[in-house]
């Protein structure tokens, strides 16, 4: 079902929907940083703050539904467009390592916890997961199908992997990569086909519709990379996780 990655039609590039991603992200963490911390510790705000408050979280949270699925979309795409897998294998380590801080820091409060690990653990574990399988693959001939339930058999100790580091989105989130990188081609129909199958079989995820939205932008990926600022893109995550906490605990305690 894997197939070359050539340019379809559609308007969005790889990079507006990276920023698609991040702003989505933004929200939800907006919502989980600020507004969920002050309607959890309600002191010295009056009622009807609280209740337009948690409308507002409701409404962030919703909009970053979008964010997971493009993120899996993008880092599949970006498996099969990098150059050096080798350089960006390290580059998602690195900035696992030094996310964690101020992921522990926005969401725990503490510079390092370790009941639960940042998302670039879980894009890490699915990138070295792709890797290997197309290495494995790329070394035997095998009928279509066997190829299929080789490169499931390679992911399945990486989603194990993942439940036992506790990494964010757990072994659904590698599942999720796995099922965009089985149905990876141009084709919009296996985009959708993708999201919904990945999507779906997380209860927590899959019976919220909003995540649901991110089809939309999938489907209308051009296939091309666009304007590209890699490091921005990779330092914004643990740098917006830094300001939240720096806002909450300077303005709010």
Known sequence: MITDNKKTKGIFSANVLKWIAIMSMLCDHIAVGLIDYIIENPTNF???LLVN???W???LHLIGKIAFPIFVFLIVESFFLTKNRKKMTIRLFIFAIISEIFFDLCFFNIPLEF?????????LLGFIAMWLSETINDKINLPTILTITVKIIIFIPFMILSLIIHSDYSFLGIFAILIFYLFRNQ???NRVL???IAFFADSGIGLNRPVYLAIIPIFLYNGKRGKQNKY???SFYPLHLFIIYLIRNIFIG
């Open 187 to 189: 084709n919009r129909l």
């Open 115 to 123: 009941t639960y690990q940042n998302i670039y653990f879980t894009l």
């Open 46 to 48: 009056n009622s009807s």
């Open 194 to 196: 993708a999201t919904l």
């Open 57 to 59: 979280s409701d409404l």
């Open 232 to 234: 921005f893109f990779y």
């Open 53 to 55: 408050l948690q409308y």
